[in-house]
Structure formats: structure tokens, C-alpha cells
């Protein structure tokens, strides 16, 4: 069944990086969509807090931050298991300034994000979920993967999803928590590849700590 664009309204409560993460046992890509902004708001007749996402040049125009006032038409994604964002395809975009405020001083950082060759030249660590969601869900160096898992190479048809929490932020940032490492299912019973911290030190290595 097609369904429309539904109209939506409301107030930007942070605006995140929107990126992918594909695995496949000890590899893993990124795919860099845009940027995840919530909501608080109405979406279609039902007010709550709902996540929009949006591309690149959309950001590049508007630099979207938290405060401001936002409206347009969406689409709902098409499979949740690839987007931790509920609706995308947005047009209509009106974007007003946030209103003024305290600055407070970050962590969380909660200015204009930057572009995503920023993030993916920064690297991430993994962050603990219970830390990006108590305190890093409005900073804009937090992250919520989709994951999607390859299990068989020879079999494309054998995957599996989840989502995931990352930090792009500076490395000695206080808040930061790290969070269980993760593992990944091989093709085989019993086959899984533990990611180590070492990944993620490796990943930040060119960075300094304040960085």
C-alpha cells in the first residue's frame, strides 16, 4: 500500500550524524546518510518526539541545531532495521532560528554539527547505550548506528540487525563511558569475532586528547 507524505511540525530537541554501520564478521563500512533530527512536535494528528532525517545539503543550508523551529513533509522509512530515524524523504522544509538561550558549557556539545567528512575523519569509540541515552543523546558528537550483519558472504540472504551507540567526540571528554565490547556471529555455529578496544584506539589514534 503507498502512503503519502505525512506533514509534521515542532522544535529540534538535538541533531546527530545519520550513518550506517554494515559488519561482516571482522570487517565493517559506513554509509553517511545525513542527520537525525528529533523532534518534539506533532507528526501527522499524534504530538510526541519522532526522528526526521535528512541529507547533507539540507544541513549545508539550514545548519540545523538544537532550538530550532522546524516543519516540513516525510516519508516513513521504508524498513526500520536500516534507519534509526522514523521518517526521511523530507520536503517543504521550513527552518526558523532557535530561540536565544545560555550557552552551557558542553559536554554535551549541542552546536550546529559539522560535515560528515568531519566525523568520518575523526573515527568513533563505542559508547556505552545507557550513557548515550542518559547523557549523550542531544550532544552532536553522539551517534545511534543501524547495524546490519552479513553472516554468510556466500549466503546474502543470512543477515542480521541491531542498532549500536558511537561517540565521534573529543577523547578526554568526562561523560564518556565505553560500554561491553561488541561481537559479530560468523558463518559457522559457535563463530563470532569479538571487536576489542584496540579497534577503537586505533580508529582515534591521530587525534589528540582535547580533540
Not at 522544509?93 to 558542553?106: H, I, M, N, R
Not at 566525523?119 to 543523546?137: D, I, N
Request: glycine fraction near 10%.
Amino acid at each position: 500500500m503507498l502512503v503519502g507524505k505525512i506533514p509534521w511540525q515542532g522544535v529540534l530537541l538535538s541533531v546527530q550524524p545519520r550513518i550506517r554501520l554494515t559488519r561482516s564478521f571482522d570487517q565493517r563500512s559506513h554509509t553517511y546518510l545525513g542527520y537525525a533530527l528529533k523532534v518534539s512536535g506533532r507528526i501527522g494528528s499524534e504530538a510526541r518526539e519522532f526522528l526526521v532525517g535528512v541529507g547533507q545539503g539540507a544541513h549545508t543550508k539550514h545548519h540545523f541545531r538544537a532550538g530550532n523551529a522546524v516543519s516540513g513533509d516525510a516519508l516513513p522509512v521504508p524498513d526500520p532495521r536500516l534507519e534509526t530515524v522514523e521518517f526521511y524523504k523530507v520536503s517543504n522544509l521550513k527552518v526558523g532560528l532557535p530561540e536565544p538561550e545560555d550557552e552551557a558549557t558542553p559536554p554535551p556539545w549541542r552546536g550546529a554539527p559539522p560535515p560528515l567528512a568531519v566525523y568520518r575523519e575523526r573515527g568513533h569509540r563505542r559508547l556505552a547505550a545507557r550513557t548515550f541515552q542518559q547523557k549523550c543523546w542531544s550532544c552532536v558528537w553522539g551517534c545511534r548506528m543501524p547495524v546490519e550483519m552479513i553472516i554468510d558472504q556466500w549466503n546474502p540472504s543470512r543477515r542480521r540487525y541491531r542498532t549500536e551507540t558511537f561517540c565521534y567526540g573529543p577523547l578526554s571528554c568526562p561523560l564518556y563511558q565505553s560500554g561491553p565490547v561488541r561481537t559479530v556471529p560468523g558463518r559457522r555455529r559457535g563463530m563470532t569475532y569479538t571487536e576489542e578496544g584496540w579497534v577503537d584506539d586505533e580508529a582515534t589514534s591521530h587525534r589528540r586528547p582535547e580533540e
